[in-house]
């Protein structure tokens, strides 16, 4: 069975922002996904989003601007039990944490190290993470606000054309398809 994950692109709320090639600026929204099972979904719309004890940036909430991102999570579950929820955030000040090792990998978020940051920003491409997209990290929850739930829908089979023994053999859904143009072009 395979699973198509679809949403809709007409819900983004004025001054708000979809992914782009950047990284994201402060003090802008974007929209971001999250992706956990459906039991932590239920959890997590009754009583919002709590930070992580910890992560490759530390506590905070993760998320990524990317959806292809966020359906892969949680890792290892089936696919039929997963859920992606479609946020607005408020990154406020953005820190790019380029590499492993960075000074700031997990305490960006904290005033003895200097400089405190909301959002810890993974870029693609950087190494860090091993799909090579990008993540991002929220340090307050309340700066995450809920828009919906994108569920994987079941994709139906469809048969593809097959070559065998000289003849072309279809699906019925072509054949049907073909009939239906044969019989407008007879009108």
């Given at each position: 069975?395979?699973?198509?994950?679809?949403?809709?692109?007409?819900?983004?709320?004025?001054?708000?922002?979809?992914?782009?090639?950047?990284?994201?600026?402060?003090?802008?929204?974007?929209?971001?996904?999250?992706?956990?099972?459906?039991?932590?979904?239920?959890?997590?719309?009754?009583?919002?989003?709590?930070?992580?004890?910890?992560?490759?940036?530390?506590?905070?909430?993760?998320?990524?601007?990317?959806?292809?991102?966020?359906?892969?999570?949680?890792?290892?579950?089936?696919?039929?039990?997963?859920?992606?929820?479609?946020?607005?955030?408020?990154?406020?000040?953005?820190?790019?944490?380029?590499?492993?090792?960075?000074?700031?990998?997990?305490?960006?978020?904290?005033?003895?190290?200097?400089?405190?940051?909301?959002?810890?920003w993974v870029p693609p491409n950087s190494g860090m993470v091993p799909s090579g997209l990008e993540e991002d990290c929220v340090w307050d929850p309340n700066r995450i606000h809920i828009i919906?739930?994108?569920?994987?829908?079941?994709?139906?089979?469809?048969?593809?054309?097959?070559?065998?023994?000289?003849?072309?053999?279809?699906?019925?859904?072509?054949?049907?398809?073909?009939?239906?143009?044969?019989?407008?072009?007879?009108?």
């Open positions: 069975m395979a699973y198509q994950w679809v949403e809709d692109d007409g819900d983004v709320p004025p001054g708000v922002s979809r992914v782009g090639r950047s990284g994201p600026e402060s003090g802008r929204k974007y929209i971001m996904y999250h992706g956990t099972t459906r039991q932590a979904a239920g959890s997590i719309l009754t009583t919002g989003f709590r930070q992580s004890s910890d992560g490759m940036l530390g506590r905070g909430v993760y998320l990524s601007r990317d959806l292809e991102k966020a359906r892969r999570y949680p890792i290892g579950h089936p696919e039929h039990n997963k859920v992606v929820i479609k946020v607005v955030v408020n990154v406020g000040r953005v820190i790019a944490i380029r590499q492993q090792g960075h000074p700031r990998q997990k305490t960006w978020h904290d005033p003895t190290y200097g400089r405190v940051y909301d959002t810890a919906n739930v994108i569920c994987p829908r079941l994709t139906p089979y469809r048969p593809q054309s097959v070559q065998q023994d000289g003849l072309l053999m279809v699906g019925a859904g072509v054949v049907l398809a073909a009939a239906l143009l044969l019989l407008l072009l007879l009108k």
